[in-house]
């Protein structure tokens, strides 16, 4: 096993360097495709880094410096261009929701791996078990967003790209050998449809903190001044909640109520540091919860409750799912997703015509009659 040396990237920092390189990632049949993003330290979650590969050399595309990405958009929408990742949901969701891009025709490494049967699904190991090299993963909670990037940044960066050309067409062979190339066609099909979800500010979101550890009704108006002095503080330094001060201390301030610097340093995990950034701060929060009114938590929604049969049905399903899984030599997931058993069952107890609707043409031919005789006889 071997540290591998891959010939110097192309590191691309001007809008003018990456209008050059464009005709080059065009004329690839394939690019290989992976994103460093800074959502550890953020609060405004950001893609800091692109990286794309083809198989005569590696790009290193700074978003950061380079604020326009617009001419990339052809690239990840020609259906003509295979674009390779590895796990790649992540990254296409930060594409999408950062730069707009609709991005068709995907292969990705790890999908593969799991269509495989392969219980070791991190990049680290495929390439390990492929090709002897031992990548180094020191890096995966570097802060991405810090400029300039170090030497080793870089290589840590292309490395994550560098092999997964030839990868994909490993596994490619695999899959067919084993009859999974439909399954993966699926699977890339719809990676390429999830959408972004942005992330909005809960305001009654302390309610989750104040379940952890129940706290008094004036306690838990202290913890809601809080939370939403923390939310401020993180939306205006743009810095990770967890960052600025993590929940469990918020509880713990809550709770002590504290008046003084000297009340508010003694409480656990308040380090000289969060005092003197936040103590004034958080003080005023805590007053203010003092002067409002207690608050009660909201009742809880009723769970609904599973009748005996649907319960049953469920209960046949996936346990068929996880002898076929075994059979096949795959994770469950694999075979059928508990969404979608989920949504047989709901199906099923509409007394539907079809329960199996909600199956692609594939899974129904494949799995079809085995689940049908599973309904009847539930």
């Given at each position: 096993?071997?540290?591998?040396?891959?010939?110097?990237?192309?590191?691309?920092?001007?809008?003018?360097?990456?209008?050059?390189?464009?005709?080059?990632?065009?004329?690839?049949?394939?690019?290989?495709?992976?994103?460093?993003?800074?959502?550890?330290?953020?609060?405004?979650?950001?893609?800091?880094?692109?990286?794309?590969?083809?198989?005569?050399?590696?790009?290193?595309?700074?978003?950061?410096?380079?604020?326009?990405?617009?001419?990339?958009?052809?690239?990840?929408?020609?259906?003509?261009?295979?674009?390779?990742?590895?796990?790649?949901?992540?990254?296409?969701?930060?594409?999408?929701?950062?730069?707009?891009?609709?991005?068709?025709?995907?292969?990705?490494?790890?999908?593969?791996?799991?269509?495989?049967?392969?219980?070791?699904?991190?990049?680290?190991?495929?390439?390990?078990?492929?090709?002897?090299?031992?990548?180094?993963?020191?890096?995966?909670?570097?802060?991405?967003?810090?400029?300039?990037?170090?030497?080793?940044?870089?290589?840590?960066?292309?490395?994550?790209?560098?092999?997964?050309?030839?990868?994909?067409?490993?596994?490619?062979?695999?899959?067919?050998?084993?009859?999974?190339?439909?399954?993966?066609?699926?699977?890339?099909?719809?990676?390429?449809?999830?959408?972004?979800?942005?992330?909005?500010?809960?305001?009654?979101?302390?309610?989750?903190?104040?379940?952890?550890?129940?706290?008094?009704?004036?306690?838990?108006?202290?913890?809601?001044?809080?939370?939403?002095?923390?939310?401020?503080?993180?939306?205006?330094?743009?810095?990770?909640?967890?960052?600025?001060?993590?929940?469990?201390?918020?509880l713990r301030v809550a709770r002590a109520m504290?008046?003084?610097?000297?009340?508010?340093?003694?409480?656990?995990?308040?380090?000289?540091?969060?005092?003197?950034k936040l103590g004034n701060g958080l003080l005023?929060?805590?007053?203010?919860?003092?002067?409002?009114?207690?608050?009660?938590?909201?009742?809880?929604?009723?769970?609904?409750?599973?009748?005996?049969?649907?319960?049953?049905?469920?209960?046949?399903?996936?346990?068929?799912?996880?002898?076929?899984?075994?059979?096949?030599?795959?994770?469950?997931?694999?075979?059928?997703?508990?969404k979608c058993l989920r949504e047989i069952v709901?199906?099923?107890?509409?007394?539907?015509?079809?329960?199996?609707?909600?199956?692609?043409?594939?899974?129904?031919?494949?799995?079809?009659?085995?689940?049908?005789?599973?309904?009847?006889?539930?």
């Amino acid at each position: 096993m071997s540290e591998h040396q891959a010939p110097d990237p192309m590191v691309v920092t001007a809008r003018e360097h990456l209008e050059e390189i464009i005709p080059e990632l065009s004329q690839s049949p394939r690019l290989a495709v992976d994103i460093e993003s800074n959502g550890f330290y953020a609060y405004r979650e950001q893609v800091c880094l692109l990286q794309m590969s083809t198989v005569c050399g590696d790009y290193i595309i700074d978003p950061i410096a380079i604020s326009d990405l617009s001419s990339l958009s052809p690239l990840f929408s020609n259906p003509r261009i295979e674009k390779i990742f590895h796990a790649g949901e992540y990254d296409v969701l930060c594409l999408k929701r950062d730069y707009g891009f609709k991005i068709t025709h995907v292969f990705d490494t790890m999908i593969a791996g799991r269509l495989l049967g392969i219980k070791e699904l991190g990049l680290a190991a495929a390439i390990e078990r492929h090709f002897d090299v031992k990548l180094s993963k020191k890096l995966q909670r570097a802060d991405w967003g810090k400029r300039p990037l170090t030497p080793a940044q870089i290589t840590y960066a292309q490395l994550d790209t560098h092999f997964l050309i030839r990868l994909a067409d490993i596994q490619r062979d695999l899959l067919k050998a084993k009859g999974r190339a439909e399954d993966a066609a699926e699977a890339f099909k719809d990676l390429e449809r999830i959408e972004p979800v942005i992330k909005e500010f809960d305001p009654e979101g302390y309610w989750r903190i104040a379940g952890r550890d129940p706290i008094s009704g004036r306690q838990t108006a202290c913890l809601k001044e809080i939370y939403i002095y923390r939310e401020e503080h993180a939306q205006a330094r743009n810095r990770a909640l967890f960052r600025v001060m993590p929940d469990d201390l918020m509880l713990r301030v809550a709770r002590a109520m504290p008046q003084t610097m000297q009340e508010l340093g003694v409480i656990k995990g308040m380090t000289p540091y969060l005092l003197q950034k936040l103590g004034n701060g958080l003080l005023r929060a805590v007053q203010r919860g003092r002067e409002a009114q207690p608050l009660t938590a909201p009742p809880k929604p009723p769970r609904p409750r599973k009748d005996l049969k649907e319960w049953k049905l469920f209960e046949a399903l996936r346990q068929w799912r996880k002898l076929r899984a075994e059979e096949e030599g795959v994770e469950p997931v694999v075979i059928l997703s508990s969404k979608c058993l989920r949504e047989i069952v709901h199906h099923a107890m509409e007394n539907s015509a079809d329960a199996l609707r909600g199956l692609s043409e594939l899974k129904r031919r494949r799995y079809g009659e085995q689940l049908a005789k599973i309904l009847k006889a539930e």
